[in-house]
């Protein structure tokens, strides 16, 4: 039988409830995984690489629903009965890369990064606006809100990401749908390794465990708060950002030309 979290607030929103957690097969969707089944969701988890979903699944008690993350919210709704309580998109690319990198890479990242966001909260949105409730999870990365240096795809794809988070809050927010979007730097997964030199500079001297990541989303949800910072320290960045840009970006700059000046 389903929960009936409609009208839910706070952490009562999580216990169960159905939640589906795309790239669930390591990283921060894994821990997002464990952290909303040890709170007593319903928890489908998704991937590409059935192998590993399949751990997690195993590990959390899951259900797991493989394959592309733009193309599984009706069968993750299957599962978990007919309703989708929260839905975290959190299937991401790294893609690095400058202006000139293939048109290929630029549109896989917007693919995965922004449009599979899209298509869910197509599917997802007249059932939670009937109903009056819904809550999307978008992970999105401090490049987002700030930029990333040797990775222009990432950095534009995520920078849509949050738009499209943003505009969903802006706009169904009365109507009972809360969004929340999760911003870390450096998280100790896979991606951080792709990220390369320029994530041996920038990111991994701060990086965290994905665990902590679970946890900032979990607060912002007991709090029901948009924005989600795992690294405080962002919201410095991202004011700077805003209010005096040149400066930002001469500082950003400064960060560029020293990972030029070094090993690659």
């Known amino acids: 039988m389903n929960a009936d979290t409609s009208g839910s607030t706070g952490i009562d929103a999580v216990r169960g409830a159905g939640v589906v957690v795309t790239g669930a097969g390591g990283g921060i969707g894994a821990a997002l995984a464990r952290r909303f089944a040890a709170e007593g969701a319903r928890v489908v988890v998704n991937d590409l690489d059935p192998v590993r979903l399949k751990a997690v699944a195993e590990e959390t008690g899951a259900l797991a629903v493989p394959g592309d993350a733009s193309a599984v919210v009706e069968e993750a709704r299957e599962a978990l009965g007919g309703t989708v309580d929260i839905w975290c998109a959190n299937a991401g690319l790294s893609s690095p890369g400058d202006a000139f990198a293939d048109e290929d890479v630029w549109a896989a990242a917007w693919d ?9 909260a197509r599917v997802l949105l007249p059932g939670w606006l009937e109903r009056g409730s819904g809550r999307f999870v978008s992970t999105v ?14 950095s534009v794809s995520k920078h849509g990401a949050y738009a499209f988070a943003e505009w969903l809050s802006l706009t169904y927010r009365h109507r009972g749908i809360s969004v929340h979007a999760i911003c870390p730097q450096g998280v100790r997964t896979d991606m951080l390794t792709a990220a390369g030199s320029a994530g041996e500079l920038v990111l991994a001297p701060t ?58």
Request: net charge negative; proline share 7%; no cysteine.
């Open 207 to 264: 990086a965290i465990e994905p665990e902590a990541v679970a946890d900032a989303l979990l607060d912002a949800v007991a709090a029901d708060r948009f924005l989600v910072l795992p690294h405080p320290e962002v919201a410095g960045y991202y004011r700077n950002r805003a209010t005096d840009p040149e400066r930002w970006l001469t500082t950003m700059n400064h960060l560029q030309r020293t990972w030029e000046s070094g090993p690659r």
């Open 141 to 154: 990365s401090a490049a987002g809100l700030l930029t990333m240096i040797g990775a222009a795809p990432y």
């Open 112 to 120: 995965v990064n922004v449009m599979a966001h899209v298509r869910a």
